[in-house]
């Protein structure tokens, strides 16, 4: 009758063990899908962020070349 008593003890702990890990995987899973949703957020709005970057980038390079080319036609005024 002891084995059979320990053999329960052991299955019960086994059960436990193993719920316990589910649930623990359960639980990673949903992390690691929050996770991944968040990163598709944010890679977007690093995509968005580098085309806004590069219009600004453009428009300041566009403004030199126009200020520059202002710069030949038009002499300083005189207070200079």
């Given at each position: 009758?002891?084995?059979?008593?320990?053999?329960?003890?052991?299955?019960?702990?086994?059960?436990?063990?193993?719920n316990?890990?589910?649930?623990?995987?359960?639980?990673?899973?949903?992390?690691?899908?929050?996770?991944?949703?968040?990163?598709?957020?944010h890679?977007?709005?690093?995509?968005?962020?580098?085309?806004?970057?590069?219009?600004?980038?453009?428009?300041?390079?566009?403004a030199g070349?126009?200020?520059?080319?202002?710069?030949?036609?038009?002499?300083?005024?005189?207070?200079?």
């Open positions: 009758m002891t084995s059979n008593k320990q053999d329960e003890t052991y299955i019960n702990l086994i059960e436990e063990r193993i316990a890990l589910e649930s623990r995987n359960l639980f990673q899973d949903d992390v690691i899908e929050q996770l991944s949703e968040e990163l598709a957020v890679q977007t709005l690093i995509s968005e962020l580098k085309e806004q970057i590069q219009l600004v980038a453009n428009r300041l390079k566009d070349s126009v200020s520059a080319s202002k710069d030949e036609v038009e002499p300083p005024p005189p207070h200079y």
